[in-house]
């Protein structure tokens, strides 16, 4: 099953039937983030993550909202309670999170990333 995300021309994929491990690997995966970087968000190890994965343990409820926020979707469609995700807009963490490291460089450095970047893009349009 799809649908489209309000405010948005984003198509969520969900399936009726999976589990809270499955939505939260899907949509950990859907918003680029590692199960490590999912847990420094909210406050959880690596393992704990996996656990939650893989259905062997359930986030604790304080947790939910955590998980629903860094993840873009609303507790419900978390919980497989509403197929309405109440996703606006995805974030690109690890691009912010990069851009952000470069923005924090000295300027002559910046410059320098920003000539890589556009060698690579340039390269890239040309395949």
């Known amino acids: 099953m799809r649908f489209m995300a309000r405010d948005t021309q984003l198509p969520i994929k969900v399936s ?3 589990t809270l491990g499955q939505r939260l ?6 918003q680029g983030l590692t199960q490590i970087e999912l847990g ?3 406050g959880a190890t690596q ?11 359930e986030p ?4 939910l909202p955590k998980l ?3 993840l873009c979707v609303s507790v419900d469609y978390l ?3 509403s197929n309405n995700s109440g996703v606006k807009k995805p ?3 690890r691009w912010t999170q990069r851009l952000e490291q470069i923005e924090q460089l000295p300027e002559r450095k910046q410059r320098a990333i920003l000539q890589v970047l556009d060698m690579a893009l340039k390269s890239a349009k040309a395949c």
């Open 25 to 30: 690997q899907t949509l950990r995966k859907q």
């Open 91 to 93: 974030e690109r963490r």
């Open 47 to 57: 393992r704990a993550m996996s656990s939650y994965e893989r259905d062997e343990y």
């Open 79 to 81: 919980l497989g309670v």
């Open 40 to 42: 420094e968000i909210i």
């Open 16 to 18: 009726p039937r999976e």
């Open 60 to 63: 604790a409820a304080h947790a």
């Open 68 to 70: 629903a926020a860094a």
